[in-house]
């Protein structure tokens, strides 16, 4: 039926490719996410004529894209209007975590087209050595993302209760004024001044647990509720996801005491692991 569906479709369409499927069996559809807007629905698009050693083949995700809008010329049209781009990026991120449950997937990069079918399968093809290199090391493994900011309503309870102490200097002793102060100047230079170190730490920490481990700019997104101290990505074999979860959540709650808030986000696919 994908074969019938791409020999009837315009010639002024294109191959878009979500995403590259390894699995011993053709994956199923009736999960799959509507893809980009204006686009044709999502479908298989097998790469091994033959089933290779080992029993598993591939399959790329794709869909027809109309070329008039996003051909070369459209696409670059666009790409300073960040909300189209964003609908896009999520759009394309949708479908491929449709098939997060498969043995391997490798996510392409946002806007990957090809004039044909035959080309979308070439290219594939002509990188057999580097893409089978990807699917032995990523097969069975999930991408865990963990961010970790600095809990600004701790900080400022920290900032209030320095405050509280000045104000109220003249009422107690001199000597139970200065613990006092030391405590809060203590706790409020844990959190200024060695965050950093606090967070490598745990990134260390929690790296032993994972396959391979990727710190990401912290400056990348925008975060809510305090400085973003840490953004990285873990990537975890499946059968160990349930104690990674469990390791990062022991983490949270000893370095929450501590004015750290811990977000773990996942399973996904291997987006930021795909391209080593």
């Given at each position: 039926m994908d074969e019938d569906v791409a020999k009837n479709r315009s010639p002024m369409t294109g191959t878009y490719v979500y995403c590259l499927v390894a699995a011993p069996r053709r994956p199923a559809l009736r999960r799959a996410r509507q893809g980009l807007a204006?686009?044709?629905?999502?479908?298989l698009l097998e790469v091994n004529e033959k089933k290779p050693r080992g029993g598993v083949s591939?399959?790329?995700?794709?869909?027809?894209a109309p070329l008039d809008r996003y051909g070369e010329e459209a696409i670059n049209r666009?790409?300073?209007?960040?909300d189209w781009v964003s609908r896009a990026a999520v759009a394309h991120e949708s479908v491929i975590e449709s098939f997060v449950a498969a043995p391997a997937v490798?996510?392409?990069?946002l806007f990957t087209i090809f004039t044909s079918d035959e080309r979308a399968r070439g290219h594939i093809q002509g990188q057999s050595v580097r893409i089978n290199s990807l699917v032995r090391r990523l097969a069975n493994h999930q991408e865990w993302g963990l961010r970790v900011v600095l809990d600004r309503t701790d900080a400022a309870d920290t900032a209030r209760t320095v405050k509280r102490i000045r104000q109220a200097r003249t009422e107690i002793s001199g000597r139970s004024f200065l613990l006092q102060k030391k405590t809060a100047r203590d706790?409020?230079?844990e959190l200024a001044h060695r965050a950093q170190e606090t967070v490598a730490a745990l990134f260390d920490?929690?790296?032993?647990?994972?396959?391979?481990?990727?710190?990401?700019?912290?400056?990348?997104?925008?975060?809510?509720g305090g400085p973003l101290l840490l953004d990285a990505a873990f990537l975890v074999a499946?059968?160990?996801?349930?104690?990674?979860?469990?390791?990062?959540?022991?983490?949270?709650?000893?370095?929450?005491?501590?004015?750290?808030?811990?977000?773990?986000?996942?399973?996904?696919?291997?987006?930021?692991f795909v391209q080593d």
């Open positions: 204006g686009m044709g629905p999502v479908r591939s399959w790329l995700v794709v869909a027809d666009h790409l300073s209007d960040l490798l996510p392409m990069k706790r409020s230079a920490r929690l790296s032993e647990h994972a396959a391979k481990s990727k710190r990401r700019a912290a400056s990348e997104l925008p975060v809510q499946a059968r160990k996801a349930a104690r990674f979860r469990k390791v990062v959540g022991r983490e949270a709650r000893t370095l929450g005491r501590q004015g750290y808030l811990l977000t773990l986000t996942g399973p996904w696919p291997p987006y930021t």
